[in-house]
């Protein structure tokens, strides 16, 4: 069998996901956690910093750090719940929303040179085996998290 590590590995240095900055939009060199609670944000309406940090699996502390440093770069901002006080709902800022649509075309336009060079079936083929990776590791206990041991 190969060596799925390996494969993984591989996939993800490819991807740029070691890369200290994932992109680069607006003037503003975004992290890769940084793109991803950008575009976490900007689908759905005005979510919870909680649910944000929960969607993402990723710790509280960190997440809010990430979160201050879109606000000071003015491209995300935090409003209380008007229902509870206490709870902070966040929203993109219209330099935000820019930066998230071109991030997003930055990442449309990569995946479609990647595929450019497979044909349709052999594209279906990846897309179905990636939800397959993807519901599976949503059944595993350790998801999100590395195996201990």
């Known amino acids: 069998m190969e060596n799925v590590r ?3 590995q591989i996939m993800t240095r490819r991807f740029g996901f070691l890369n200290k900055n994932c992109c680069s939009a607006g003037g503003c060199d975004i992290s890769l956690i940084q793109s991803h609670i950008l575009y976490e944000i900007d689908r759905r309406h005005k979510p919870s910093i909680q649910q944000v940090a929960e969607a993402l699996g990723t710790d509280i502390t960190t997440f809010s ?5 879109l606000i000071k770069m003015k491209l995300v901002k935090k409003t209380p719940d008007p229902g ?3 709870v902070q709902l966040l929203s993109l800022t219209t330099e935000g929303k820019d930066v998230a649509v071109s991030i997003d075309r930055q990442m449309n336009d990569y995946l479609n040179e990647i595929f450019s060079h497979m044909n349709d079936f052999d594209k279906d083929t990846v897309l179905r085996s990636i939800k397959l990776l993807n519901e599976a590791m949503a059944k595993s206990g350790t998801c999100c998290s590395p195996p201990s041991g």
């Not at 750090?65 to 440093?69: L, P």
Request: aromatic content about 0%; proline content about 0%.
């Open 6 to 8: 390996e494969i993984i």
């Open 65 to 69: 750090r990430q979160v201050q440093s």
């Open 84 to 86: 509870d006080r206490r």
